[in-house]
């Protein structure tokens, strides 16, 4: 769901800010980056703290067992073939198993998209998506971040931000000071709102991907203990402002799984602000 022109964005929003319109645009700005301890994201309302940063693999697990017993019976029913067919198609079958062990030991990535798709088999898939992008898509607002657009698609959920606070694509330029704060602490939200609902975290890939690529243009550049450190906080800081907002971001996940446009979302967040 993408809005349909994407200029200006800043600058209504403002104006509807100043106008009273928009009570919450922007209304989580200002705090200071400080250090946090693991001990202190479990009082900020993760349940398992270091779920955070550990990859899950219990998709890996699915995968890798559907194609391993899929293509042993596949084998084993092969052997019934009549003639040289077999011999072949249980050996060529039988192959698929060790060539897709070999793809996962060299090249990892190219198994992703297949290895993801397992996790709509997950009894709380829909809802542990929906509570992951809308986290994304409300502490944007409360940060005074643009949202252009977002889907809750299977297997393409996202929340698109298309301009930063100088509206200028994010990942193109360099980031400083409480910009960098600010955009790693959207990154970090979806990965928050998981931890806060959930003993396993399996949405943190693709948001820890967005946080390094954000601390690669920090300026100036930071050390290693300074990027665990920023990944810490911007957890912190995320959990704070899902928990002061939990009413807004409930109401922001109903109306993104109607599938309301990006004005409608921002209306249902201000509506359950002033209830």
Not at 52 to 62: A, E, T
Not at 86 to 105: D, I, K
Request: aromatic fraction near 8%; proline fraction near 4%; hydrophobic fraction near 50%.
């Amino acid at each position: 769901r993408r809005l349909a022109n994407v200029g200006g964005i800043r600058e209504a929003m403002e104006a509807l800010r100043e106008a009273g319109e928009l009570r919450l645009w922007g209304a989580g700005d200002g705090a200071a980056r400080r250090q946090v301890q693991l001990g202190q994201l479990r009082q900020a309302g993760i349940l398992d703290p270091a779920a955070v940063s550990r990859p899950s693999v219990s998709n890996d697990f699915r995968f890798l067992t559907t194609v391993v017993l899929s293509t042993s019976l596949l084998a084993v029913a092969g052997t019934w073939l009549p003639g040289d067919w077999g011999f072949f198609v249980p050996y060529l079958v039988g192959g698929v198993s060790f060539a897709v062990l070999a793809v996962g030991s060299t090249a990892p990535g190219l198994l992703q998209a297949a290895i993801a798709r397992f996790g709509v088999f997950d009894a709380d898939y829909q809802e542990r998506a929906l509570r992951h992008e809308a986290a994304h898509f409300l502490v944007g607002y409360l940060l005074g971040v643009p949202v252009s657009g977002y889907s809750t698609d299977i297997g393409r959920e996202h929340v698109d931000f298309a301009e930063a606070k100088l509206e200028r694509p994010i990942y193109e330029r360099a980031l400083a000071g409480e910009e960098l704060d600010a955009l790693a602490v959207i990154a970090m939200a979806g990965v928050a709102a998981e931890g806060m609902r959930f003993e396993e975290v399996k949405g943190q890939t693709a948001d820890l991907m967005d946080l390094q690529r954000l601390m690669n243009r920090a300026v100036p550049p930071l050390p290693d203990a300074q990027q665990q450190g920023l990944a810490r906080w911007a957890v912190f800081r995320a959990c704070t402002l899902l928990r002061d907002h939990a009413r807004e971001h409930e109401a922001l996940m109903a109306a993104m799984a109607r599938g309301e446009p990006v004005d409608a979302c921002v209306a249902a967040i201000e509506r359950a602000a002033s209830a």
